[in-house]
C-alpha cells in the first residue's frame, strides 16, 4: 500500500514539471477582460528594492510604537502583490534603462540602451506613447533629471541613455502633455552650442514654469506644460527629501499637479518616479533612503485620492526597476537584533554631509587635518559618540542592570575599530581621494553612514545594483494581474490589457 502511494506522489510530480503545476491548473493570466481602466498611474521607485520599503516600515514603527512590527506605507496594504524578476538581455544584472524599457516595451535589450531592441537601431514604442495615440493625456513625473532612464523611457529611442540632449529633444516632440520634477542635463547640448531645449518646449506649445507661484497657477487651461523645480542641484535633480527646504516643491506636489492638469474624460496616463531612492542606495545612505521612500509613498497618496474618487475607472501599479545597493536588514555585529530608532541621528544627507567635509578639507592643511576637531559636527549630524574608556565602562555596568539611557547611548558610541576607520577615512577625504573600495564617494561620509547603519542592524553589499527581484503592489481595475510572479516585460502586456490599447512593437 505504501509502494503503491508512493509511486503515484512521482507521478504526480511527473505530470507537475511537465505542465508547469497542478495538472489542469490555469496559468496566470496577462489578459484582462473587464471594462478598461480609463486612469493609470505608474509610480516607479527606481532601485526600491524589498528592504528599502521595509526598513522604511521598521524605522516608523520605531519611532510611534513601542512593538515589533511594521507600519504600513500608502501602497504595501495594496490589495494585489507581486514579485518581478529584473534581468536584461545581456546581464542578470541590469540598468534602469534596459530596465524601463522592458517594463514599458514588453522588450529587453542591453544595459544603456533606451526603448531599442539590442541591435540599438530599432527604435520601440512605449505603453506611454501608446495611451497617447488612443486619445489619452500623458505625463512624466520625477525626482531626478527629466531626461533620466526611467522618465525618458516614456518618450525616447536612444542606443545611449547618456544622450541627454537628444532624449531631450525627443520630449520636446512627444506631445505629451505634463512634464514635472528635475531639469534637463544638457539643455543647450554636450558642448553648450545646440539650441536651447526650452525655447524648443515654447516653440512646440509648451507652458515652461521653474518657480512655485507659477507652478501654483497652473490650471488644465494652462495647455502641455514643463514645470522645472526651482531647487535643483548640479545633476538637475530635487533636493534629497532630508534635505528639502519646508516651502519647496516636493515629489507629492508634482503628482498632484498633474492630476489636476491630466484629469479629463478621455483618461491619462502618468508615470511617476521616486528616483533618488536609487541614488540614496548607491551612496549606502540608510536614511537618505527612508526620507524618499516615505516620499515616494506620499507622491502616492495623491493617487489614491484620486482612485477613492474614480474606483471603477483607475488603476495604480507600483514597482521599481531593480534593487540598489544590496541592502539587507541584518549585521552580524547586531545578531537577531535590530535598533532602527538610531538612525533618527542622521540629519542631513551623504550629499549634504559631503559639502560639509569638503569644506573642512578646503580650510584645513593635511597635516593639521584631525578626528577630534571635526567630532562635533559628526556628533550633531549622525548622533554617534566618541566616549573616554572610564565613562563606557560605567555606561556598561549601568546598562547590564536594564539603565535604558545607558543602552541608547553604548549603542552610539564607537568601537576602537570604528574610531580608526574614521580616522583613515578623514585622512583621504582631506587628500582629496575617492577610491572605489568608498564607492567613488567621499571616504569619511561614506564609513559614517555605515557605522551607523551597522549600529542600526543594516549591511549594503555593493555600490551599484543587484540581481534581486523587486516587489509590485497594485490596487484598482485589472490588479489581480499583478497579484503573481512574472517579468518585468509582462508589466508592459498587463497594462496595456487592461488599458485595451493595441500593441505596436517598433515605430
Known amino acids: 500500500m505504501k509502494r503503491s ?8 510530480v511527473f505530470l507537475f514539471s511537465l505542465s508547469g503545476g497542478w495538472v489542469g491548473a490555469q496559468e496566470p493570466s496577462s489578459e484582462y477582460s473587464g471594462e478598461p481602466a480609463r486612469y493609470v498611474f505608474l509610480f516607479i521607485g527606481d532601485g526600491m528594492g524589498i528592504d528599502h520599503f521595509s526598513v522604511t516600515q521598521v524605522y516608523l514603527n520605531a519611532l510611534e510604537e513601542k512593538n515589533v512590527g511594521l ?11 507581486g514579485l518581478v524578476s529584473t534581468f536584461d538581455y545581456g546581464s542578470y544584472i541590469t540598468d534602469s534603462s534596459s530596465a524601463i524599457t522592458a517594463i514599458l516595451t514588453g522588450e529587453k535589450t542591453y544595459s544603456g540602451v533606451l526603448n531599442m531592441l ?7 514604442v512605449s505603453v506611454a506613447e501608446m495611451a497617447k495615440e488612443a486619445g489619452m493625456k ?3 513625473v520625477t525626482s531626478v533629471s527629466l531626461d533620466h532612464a526611467t522618465p525618458a523611457a516614456c518618450y525616447a529611442h536612444q542606443p545611449s541613455r547618456n544622450n541627454f540632449y537628444e532624449i531631450a529633444v525627443e520630449a520636446t516632440q512627444s506631445d505629451f502633455d505634463y512634464f514635472g520634477g528635475g531639469g534637463f542635463l544638457q539643455p543647450r547640448g554636450k558642448n553648450n552650442d545646440q539650441r536651447d531645449i526650452f525655447e524648443i518646449f515654447a516653440e512646440n506649445g509648451y507652458t515652461v514654469v521653474r518657480n512655485r507661484e507659477d507652478f501654483e497657477k497652473l490650471t488644465p487651461q494652462s495647455g502641455k506644460v514643463v514645470a522645472i523645480n526651482a531647487v535643483l542641484d548640479e545633476d538637475q535633480t530635487m533636493p534629497y527629501e532630508i534635505d528639502r527646504e519646508e516651502n519647496d516643491l516636493s515629489l507629492a506636489d508634482f503628482t498632484r499637479k498633474g492630476i489636476e492638469l491630466l484629469d479629463n474624460p478621455e483618461g491619462f496616463f502618468m508615470l511617476v518616479e521616486g528616483g533618488k531612492i536609487d541614488w540614496a542606495a548607491h551612496a549606502n545612505d ?3 533612503v527612508i526620507r524618499d521612500v516615505l516620499a515616494f509613498g506620499e507622491a502616492i497618496e495623491e493617487a489614491i485620492k484620486f482612485y477613492q474618487q474614480h474606483p471603477e475607472e483607475t488603476l495604480i501599479v507600483v514597482t521599481a526597476d531593480h534593487e540598489t545597493g544590496g541592502l539587507t536588514l541584518g549585521f552580524a555585529a547586531t545578531g537577531y537584533s535590530l535598533y532602527p530608532e538610531v538612525l533618527q541621528n542622521q540629519k542631513m544627507s551623504f550629499l549634504e554631509f559631503s559639502k560639509v567635509v569638503e569644506q573642512y578639507s578646503q580650510n584645513t592643511p593635511q597635516e593639521k587635518a584631525n578626528l577630534s576637531d571635526f ?10 559618540l566618541d566616549i573616554p574608556t572610564p565613562e563606557k565602562a560605567e555606561l556598561e555596568e549601568k546598562a547590564k542592570n536594564g539603565d535604558a539611557e545607558a543602552q541608547a547611548k553604548l549603542r552610539l558610541t564607537l568601537t576602537d575599530y570604528e574610531r580608526e576607520e574614521l580616522e583613515k577615512a578623514l585622512a583621504m577625504s582631506v587628500q582629496g581621494e575617492a577610491p572605489q573600495s568608498y564607492g567613488g564617494y567621499d571616504p569619511l561620509t561614506i564609513t559614517l553612514t555605515h557605522i551607523l547603519n551597522q549600529k542600526a ?4 553589499t555593493t555600490f551599484s545594483h543587484t540581481g534581486a527581484p523587486v516587489a509590485i503592489f497594485a490596487q484598482g481595475v485589472g490588479a489581480e494581474l499583478f497579484d503573481d510572479y512574472f517579468d518585468n516585460t509582462e508589466i508592459f502586456t498587463k497594462l496595456v490589457s487592461v488599458m485595451s490599447l493595441e500593441a505596436v512593437l517598433v515605430q
Open 71 to 81: 507600519k504600513e506605507l500608502s501602497f504595501t496594504s495594496f490589495p494585489a502583490a
Open 5 to 12: 502511494w508512493w509511486i503515484l506522489s512521482l507521478v504526480v
Open 375 to 384: 567630532w562635533p559636527q559628526i556628533e550633531e549630524n549622525f548622533g554617534l
Open 138 to 140: 500623458v505625463g512624466v
Open 118 to 124: 539590442p541591435d540599438k537601431s530599432t527604435p520601440l
Open 286 to 288: 540608510a536614511v537618505t
Open 457 to 460: 542592524g543594516l549591511s549594503w
